[in-house]
């Protein structure tokens, strides 16, 4: 599977991992809303499961991603300090997006 970070989310998502809450855990992409051609993601602090690939990414972050479910592989996480501040989440394979 796979996955890619601008640099900018990079950056947001260390500060996640660099938190209290975070020990043991790391980043997990999901899918909130199925639409069944395109879904809607989201980031939070999660432990792997046995249905779980660790994907490197490019930035020195491990992310979790479900390997059951087919729209996460792919998935781009970009962070945006302008306009609607937050991620933003996509994937160019299967049609889905999200910010936050």
């Known amino acids: 599977m796979k996955c890619k970070i601008n640099r900018n989310a990079a950056k947001e998502l260390k500060k ?15 899918t ?3 639409h069944g ?6 980031v939070k602090l999660d432990t792997p499961t046995e249905n779980d690939e660790i994907v490197k ?5 491990d992310v979790l991603l479900d390997k059951t479910d ?3 592989d792919g998935v781009w996480i ?3 300090y ?9 994937n160019s394979h299967i049609g889905g997006h ?3």
């Open 16 to 30: 996640m991992l660099d938190t209290e809450e975070a020990e043991g855990k790391m980043i997990r992409v999901y």
């Open 82 to 90: 302008v306009d609607n501040r937050g991620f933003e989440i996509t």
């Open 37 to 42: 051609d395109h879904a809607h993601y989201d």
């Open 70 to 72: 087919r729209f996460l």
């Open 57 to 61: 990414t490019d930035k020195d972050i």
């Open 78 to 80: 970009k962070y945006f």
């Open 32 to 34: 909130t809303v199925d």
């Open 98 to 100: 999200h910010h936050h």
